[in-house]
């Protein structure tokens, strides 16, 4: 059975410092990853995926994502945290014959 | 631009009603998914479907049935509401692969 871990309900980051939101999963197979985020009273937005090819992918909003397949981890970064980054952040694995789950998100705080 | 729409923003119910939420996209997609979204649990699957008239348990079916008789449009109904289907719901469609999710804004219901 394929699982998600976000160990960190909440994460606290002041504004221009990197940041990063972790995720740990256990998929059968190659597996094929997401991330989301939700801001305040909005439905979520696609972020990033990993489908194949280089370790670390680029996405929206200046994010990326490294894949590591030795720690089964693919945690969110981004080099320089602004107050507008403030969401919720869902990792999202799937494999190629199972649905895609989601992690039961990380609350990112941008301190000013 | 890419659009999923839901019928209601919010939506008040008493218990023992029959309830539907719809939800429509314009993009063509073949699978349309509808989760429930609670604090702490992250987003759980109900029901989706990979075509017209077909359709999938998730997760969480019970109490809840789907219907899909156009490609745009996805319904889920609560047959007999209940308290503890007080909830935010959500739905999604995608293309085929491993297409991102697009979500529509969602619907946040309670029960009384």
């Known amino acids: 059975a394929q699982s998600v871990a976000q160990p960190e309900d909440q994460v606290n980051v002041a504004e221009g410092n990197p940041l990063t939101v972790k995720c740990t999963y256990s998929?059968?197979?190659?597996?094929?990853l997401f991330w989301y985020v939700q801001y305040p009273n909005r439905g979520l937005q696609f972020l990033l995926k990993?489908?194949?090819?280089?370790?670390l992918v680029k996405g929206s909003y200046g994010f990326e994502a490294e894949f590591n397949k030795s720690q089964t981890s693919f945690h969110l970064k981004k080099p320089s945290a602004l107050v507008s980054d403030s969401a919720l952040y869902f990792c999202?694995?799937?494999?190629?014959?199972?649905?895609?789950?989601f992690g039961k998100g990380t609350r990112l705080h941008i301190l000013p | 631009d890419v659009k999923v729409t839901q019928s209601s923003r919010y939506l008040v119910k008493r218990t023992g009603e029959k309830v539907f939420l719809e939800c429509v996209q314009d993009?063509?997609?073949?699978?349309m998914f509808w989760y429930r979204q609670d604090p702490g649990l992250g987003l759980r699957l109900i029901y989706f479907?990979?075509?017209?008239?077909?359709?999938e348990k998730g997760d969480i079916p019970e109490g809840y049935s789907v219907s899909r008789e156009k490609k745009e449009r996805f319904s889920l109904i609560l047959e007999s509401a209940s308290t503890n289907q007080t909830s935010m719901y959500l739905c999604?469609?995608?293309?085929?692969?491993?297409?991102?999710?697009?979500f529509g804004p969602g619907t946040r219901l309670t029960v009384l």
């Open positions: 999604a469609s995608s293309g085929t692969g491993f297409s991102e999710q697009f």
């Open positions: 998929v059968s197979g190659n597996p094929y």
């Open positions: 990993y489908i194949t090819g280089d370790n």
């Open positions: 999202a694995p799937r494999n190629r014959d199972d649905k895609i789950i």
């Open positions: 993009m063509d997609h073949e699978n």
């Open positions: 479907s990979y075509d017209v008239k077909m359709k």
